[in-house]
């Protein structure tokens, strides 16, 4: 029987269990690394993004909410899009959600500039 996989969240500490394995993803007062990533990335996080290195989708977010912040440094550290290549967009996608500031969503409404007819 396979289990789901979770996150546990306790006080300022976020856990991931992923295959029989617990995975830490922030610690202290920092917040959780999913939480910036849209719905449509926090899915199959136990499948593999990198299917020619065989690595997890949870590895390199981890290895990103760790501190890699370029396609270089995630290669370095999880071997992820050093074989074909065909995960590259997947991983700078996740690297721009994750290393993105936080921001607030604002919507640019253009003004009409009403001045009075002559």
Do not use: W
């Amino acid at each position: 029987m396979v289990s789901a996989p979770f996150i546990l969240h306790l006080p300022n500490l976020y856990l991931y269990t992923l295959k029989k394995r617990i995975v830490i993803l922030k610690t202290e007062l920092e917040n959780n690394p999913l939480d910036k990533l849209p719905t449509v990335l926090k899915q199959n996080l136990d499948k593999n993004l990198c299917t020619c290195m065989d690595v997890p989708k949870m590895d390199v977010i981890n290895a990103i909410a760790n501190g890699a912040t370029s396609l270089e440094e995630v290669k370095k550290q999880t071997y992820a899009a050093t074989g074909a290549g065909c995960c590259i967009q997947q991983v700078e996608r996740l690297i721009e959600c994750l290393c993105a500031p936080e921001t607030r969503k604002r919507r640019n409404k253009k003004r009409r500039n009403k001045s009075p007819s002559v």
